[in-house]
């Protein structure tokens, strides 16, 4: 028997020609339906547009609309026989807010409207095997009298009883229902169930069919794949394929898209198949952020506790979350822009209390145990949710994976399909609000960026850490570094505690950014990124809620956790990049380390899980220590075991301050004055720390 797949029609395991005969013939029915019964008539056009990978960059008067998925919620027209269903226009910036007084009297809230009759409770599907097309059953076996009949596409005296609607009947055949739980059959709440315990479980892909083998009274149990299947049916969000560079340089989308080899590595695009057909030798998924959104103002839970945002009470001189910053308090007071025009009527940032906040991050993560070969998530957050909820991994929005298994060469051209939506989320989307049963227009902006150096300034498209102008927050220049053969090498940042007047402003970056992208040569451009640190303009300084560099601000994890702690703890160890201490004797002699390690991994014994990860014995694993075991080993055991491990008190005085610094900034209320006092604490930190280590940068200066 050949490859089953699941047919999104009937959720049923078919054969590939199988297949193909159900599309075909909801396709015939549907276009039946939706243009007035004439068979010849080609098919309507559905509520669900795809993303053309349009060039975001091209002119305002050129760019065409971008094309995105649309809601299928909106609400339902009680069509009568014979009258075709409305085409839903290329989605335009709307020129109205949408209210319920806007809508005729003869289009209905579905399905909230207490005058419509819900759905019945259809009677479970079995997925039982279709081994021939050809056979057929009692299509009206089994039906309850004045119930629709499910194996007709066309149950024409069901339809005009009014009591279900026409367009949600076409979403059915097509796998694009206005799904809920209210409405699920027993059948699909279980394949729910199931799949819910498959992702949450985390089984691999050998445990996962020894349930059949040990519970074998289960009569239907279904492969991984097959359940996969049938809840990406259910959901009815479909992940977008696009092509990408077999090595991740770009994906071909944009001034990309025509392409058929790779700009930077000039590997092909297809690969030809014995039979000529070409084939994307890889493929980036990328999976909607509209759907989901909309999903999420379905469920009165997630709409209740999406309601954080609105209910954050901002307090002058007070910092609790990010709707404390200056760039959200801005944009609240600022009309709402796409490529700098306003949308019409004029419409403020976050002026909705259903106004979405979202926070992107990236960052690189090897495939193997062993190479070098990176994959590269793309990670959105909803900041409208509390930061008790929006960190967890059930909330958060995943968008893909750069498949790998390089950094990606150019990252714009991954973010086109989530800058289009972005811009269509501008502009607004009409769905439904479950709790207030109304109809919306639906808004979500990006307000911020974050990730490791490298990550960050690849999405800003910046030198980096690496350049002549390292920062992307300031204009502080680096000076090189020479090594053994007078070469060039690393760029090194002489400490300073003077930054008056260095700071970076959006327009600013944004105008170096244009000069490098209009430079007439390579060596033009080269020279001005050279100089500015950056590399031209990124895809997301194309989205007017973004600010450069205030959106994309440090992340605390990584400079904390895994830069200073690690450093420091391999300076003290002597471990760091073979470099002595010189005469300033900041060492921990290694009995002192041994002991101190052994006392760390023995201290979990005493220690509830609750507190904090289990820490491994730092001298023998510290290789092993994750950002998490940092923040507790230096907040709560570091202060105790390395009280008399130096030899100089100094130092231990110099890490205690380090540690208190970052007491302060991780409370949940920071004050005015507490920013004050971490300014200038870190300046006086990065003072001390300068005058320890001043004999090794002398020594290498002089080399």
Same mark, same amino acid.
């Given at each position: 028997?050949?490859?089953?797949?699941?047919?999104?029609?009937?959720?049923?395991?078919?054969?590939?020609?199988?297949?193909?005969?159900?599309?075909?013939?909801?396709?015939?029915?549907?276009?039946?339906?939706?243009?007035?019964?004439?068979?010849?008539?080609?098919?309507?056009?559905?509520?669900?547009?795809?993303?053309?990978?349009?060039?975001?960059?091209?002119?305002?008067?050129?760019?065409?609309?971008?094309?995105?998925?649309?809601?299928?919620?909106?609400?339902?027209?009680?069509?009568?026989?014979?009258?075709?269903? &409305?085409?839903?226009?290329?989605?335009?910036?709307?020129?109205?807010?949408?209210?319920?007084?806007?809508?005729? &009297?003869?289009?209905?809230?579905?399905?909230?409207?207490?005058?419509?009759?819900?759905?019945?409770?259809?009677?479970?599907?079995?997925? /039982?095997?279709?081994?021939?097309?050809?056979?057929?059953?009692?299509?009206?076996?089994?039906?309850?009298?004045?119930?629709?009949?499910?194996?007709?596409?066309?149950?024409?005296?069901?339809? !005009?009883?009014? +009591?279900?609607?026409?367009?949600?009947?076409?979403?059915?055949?097509?796998?694009?229902?206005?799904?809920?739980?209210? @409405?699920?059959?027993?059948?699909?709440?279980?394949?729910?169930?199931?799949?819910?315990?498959?992702?949450?479980?985390?089984?691999?892909?050998?445990?996962?069919?020894?349930?059949?083998?040990?519970?074998?009274?289960?009569?239907?149990?279904?492969?991984?794949?097959?359940?996969?299947?049938?809840?990406?049916?259910?959901?009815?969000?479909?992940?977008?394929?696009?092509?990408?560079?077999? @090595?991740?340089?770009?994906?071909?989308?944009? $001034?990309?898209?025509?392409?058929? #080899?790779?700009?930077?590595?000039?590997?092909?695009?297809?690969?030809?198949?014995?039979?000529?057909?070409?084939?994307?030798?890889?493929?980036?998924?990328?999976?909607?952020?509209?759907?989901?959104?909309?999903?999420?103002?379905?469920?009165?839970?997630?709409? /209740?506790?999406?309601?954080?945002?609105?209910?954050?009470?901002?307090?002058?001189?007070?910092?609790?979350?990010?709707?404390?910053?200056?760039?959200? =308090?801005?944009? =609240?007071?600022?009309?709402?822009?796409? $490529?700098?025009?306003?949308?019409?009527?004029?419409?403020?940032?976050?002026?909705?209390?259903?106004?979405?906040?979202?926070?992107?991050?990236?960052?690189?993560?090897?495939?193997?145990?062993?190479?070098?070969?990176?994959?590269?998530?793309?990670?959105?957050?909803?900041?409208?949710?509390?930061?008790?909820?929006?960190?967890?991994?059930?909330?958060?929005?995943?968008?893909?994976?750069?498949?790998?298994?390089?950094?990606?060469?150019?990252?714009?051209?991954?973010?086109?399909?989530?800058?289009?939506?972005?811009? =269509?989320?501008?502009?607004?989307?009409?769905?439904?609000?479950?709790?207030?049963?109304?109809?919306?227009?639906?808004?979500?902006?990006?307000?911020?960026?974050?990730?490791?150096?490298?990550?960050?300034?690849?999405?800003?498209?910046? #030198?980096?850490?690496?350049?002549?102008?390292?920062?992307?927050?300031? !204009?502080?220049?680096?000076?090189?570094?020479?090594?053994? @053969?007078?070469?060039?090498?690393?760029?090194?940042?002489?400490?300073?505690?003077?930054?008056?007047?260095?700071?970076?402003?959006?327009?600013?970056?944004?105008?170096?950014?244009?000069?490098?992208?209009?430079?007439?040569?390579?060596?033009?451009?080269?020279?001005? /990124? +050279?100089?500015?640190?950056? !590399?031209?303009?990124?895809?997301?300084?194309?989205?007017?809620?973004?600010?450069?560099?205030?959106?994309?601000?440090?992340?605390?994890? $990584?400079?904390?956790?895994?830069?200073?702690?690690?450093?420091?703890?391999?300076?003290?160890?002597?471990?760091? #990049?073979?470099?002595?201490?010189?005469?300033?004797?900041? $060492?921990?002699? #290694?009995?002192?380390?041994?002991?101190?390690?052994?006392?760390?991994?023995?201290?979990?014994? @005493?220690?509830?899980?609750?507190?904090?990860?289990?820490?491994?014995?730092?001298?023998?694993?510290?290789?092993?220590?994750?950002?998490?075991?940092?923040?507790?080993?230096?907040?709560?055991?570091?202060?105790?075991?390395?009280?008399?491990?130096?030899? +100089?008190?100094?130092?231990?005085?110099?890490?205690?301050?380090?540690?208190?610094?970052?007491?302060?900034?991780?409370?949940?209320?920071?004050?005015?004055?507490?920013?004050?006092?971490?300014?200038?604490?870190?300046?006086?930190?990065?003072?001390?720390?300068?005058?320890?280590?001043?004999?090794?940068?002398?020594?290498?200066?002089?080399?």
């Amino acid at each position: 028997m050949g490859r089953r797949e699941i047919c999104p029609c009937c959720l049923q395991e078919v054969t590939k020609a199988q297949l193909k005969k159900h599309a075909e013939e909801a396709a015939r029915k549907q276009s039946i339906i939706a243009m007035g019964g004439d068979s010849t008539t080609p098919a309507a056009t559905l509520r669900v547009l795809p993303i053309t990978g349009n060039d975001i960059f091209a002119s305002k008067a050129s760019a065409p609309a971008p094309t995105l998925p649309v809601d299928d919620s909106t609400p339902c027209p009680d069509i009568s026989m014979g009258s075709p269903p &409305p085409v839903p226009p290329p989605y335009p910036i709307p020129r109205h807010s949408i209210a319920d007084d806007d809508f005729p &009297p003869d289009v209905v809230e579905h399905p909230h409207n207490p005058q419509v009759p819900e759905p019945p409770d259809y009677p479970s599907m079995e997925m /039982s095997d279709v081994e021939d097309s050809s056979e057929t059953e009692d299509e009206d076996q089994g039906r309850v009298e004045g119930e629709p009949n499910l194996n007709d596409f066309m149950d024409w005296e069901y339809l !005009k009883q009014g +009591k279900y609607c026409l367009l949600c009947r076409l979403r059915c055949i097509v796998g694009l229902r206005c799904i809920s739980a209210g @409405n699920l059959t027993k059948y699909e709440l279980a394949i729910c169930r199931a799949f819910t315990f498959l992702v949450r479980s985390q089984l691999t892909k050998e445990q996962y069919p020894m349930i059949q083998e040990t519970w074998p009274e289960i009569s239907q149990f279904y492969s991984e794949h097959v359940l996969r299947s049938k809840a990406q049916a259910l959901a009815g969000v479909e992940p977008l394929r696009f092509d990408c560079c077999v @090595n991740s340089c770009v994906c071909f989308t944009g $001034h990309y898209a025509s392409l058929e #080899k790779c700009p930077r590595c000039n590997q092909p695009r297809f690969e030809v198949g014995s039979h000529g057909k070409k084939k994307p030798r890889s493929q980036f998924f990328y999976i909607p952020l509209i759907p989901r959104l909309i999903a999420y103002l379905k469920s009165p839970p997630v709409a /209740s506790a999406m309601q954080y945002r609105s209910q954050h009470q901002h307090v002058p001189g007070s910092f609790r979350d990010i709707f404390d910053g200056t760039n959200y =308090q801005a944009l =609240q007071s600022a009309p709402i822009t796409i $490529h700098g025009e306003p949308i019409d009527p004029p419409t403020t940032y976050f002026q909705d209390p259903r106004d979405i906040a979202l926070g992107l991050s990236t960052d690189g993560y090897g495939i193997l145990t062993h190479g070098q070969a990176t994959a590269w998530p793309l990670i959105l957050f909803n900041y409208n949710l509390s930061p008790e909820m929006r960190f967890h991994s059930d909330n958060l929005l995943a968008l893909g994976v750069i498949p790998g298994p390089n950094k990606p060469g150019d990252i714009d051209s991954f973010l086109v399909p989530l800058a289009e939506e972005l811009f =269509q989320l501008a502009a607004g989307v009409g769905t439904y609000d479950v709790l207030s049963e109304s109809q919306f227009i639906l808004r979500a902006f990006l307000l911020i960026v974050f990730g490791d150096f490298p990550a960050v300034s690849m999405l800003m498209k910046m #030198k980096g850490v690496n350049g002549i102008s390292p920062c992307r927050s300031c !204009k502080i220049k680096a000076i090189p570094v020479p090594t053994d @053969n007078n070469r060039t090498g690393t760029y090194y940042v002489p400490p300073s505690t003077d930054l008056t007047g260095l700071g970076r402003s959006h327009g600013e970056l944004m105008a170096q950014a244009d000069l490098v992208d209009k430079a007439s040569t390579k060596a033009e451009a080269e020279m001005f /990124s +050279k100089e500015f640190g950056i !590399k031209g303009r990124s895809i997301l300084s194309e989205l007017d809620s973004m600010s450069f560099p205030q959106s994309f601000p440090p992340d605390f994890m $990584h400079i904390a956790w895994e830069n200073v702690t690690n450093t420091l703890v391999t300076l003290w160890s002597g471990d760091y #990049k073979g470099l002595d201490e010189g005469n300033h004797k900041y $060492h921990i002699n #290694k009995a002192a380390w041994k002991e101190v390690g052994a006392r760390g991994a023995a201290s979990s014994a @005493n220690i509830p899980s609750t507190f904090g990860p289990q820490i491994p014995n730092i001298f023998e694993k510290g290789s092993f220590m994750t950002a998490d075991m940092w923040s507790f080993w230096v907040q709560f055991l570091a202060p105790v075991f390395l009280r008399d491990s130096f030899e +100089k008190p100094e130092c231990y005085e110099h890490f205690i301050d380090l540690v208190y610094l970052f007491g302060l900034c991780l409370q949940r209320d920071i004050s005015a004055a507490d920013v004050d006092t971490i300014r200038t604490g870190f300046i006086n930190w990065v003072d001390g720390y300068s005058r320890c280590v001043r004999f090794i940068i002398s020594d290498l200066l002089t080399r």
